[in-house]
């Protein structure tokens, strides 16, 4: 998928991180994995209609992890998986 950056075109960062099917981000500055089914509760932004179906430039700004509001940390691992962000992103216009 492609995105436009205002100088150009790049590739979207779409590189799933998942472990192994488990659902698990590796997350190294916390020496843990974030389990995706305790992530609930999240919020978009940069959803431009002009760029469906791909919608590469929507992220996650706010989610819970467990109940709990998650740190910048944790947004900034989930939103490297562009995959995850992309089927968020689907259940939640959906």
Same mark, same amino acid.
Request: proline residues 2%; charged residues 20%.
């Given at each position: 998928m492609l995105r436009h950056d205002g100088q150009g075109q790049e590739e979207c960062?779409?590189?799933p991180t998942l472990n192994s099917g488990t659902g698990d981000i590796p997350n190294k500055n916390y020496m843990k994995? @974030?389990?995706?089914t305790?992530?609930?509760?999240?919020e978009f932004d940069g959803i431009d209609t002009e760029?469906?179906?791909?919608f590469c430039d929507?992220?996650?700004?706010?989610?819970?992890y467990d109940g709990e509001p998650m740190?910048?940390?944790? @947004?900034e691992?989930?939103?490297?998986?562009?995959?995850?962000?992309?089927e968020s @992103?689907?259940?939640?216009l959906y």
């Open positions: 960062n779409n590189q994995t @974030l389990d995706y305790k992530i609930s509760d999240i760029d469906y179906p791909d929507a992220f996650i700004t706010n989610a819970n740190t910048e940390q944790q @947004l691992e989930i939103n490297k998986d562009g995959s995850f962000v992309y @992103l689907m259940n939640h």
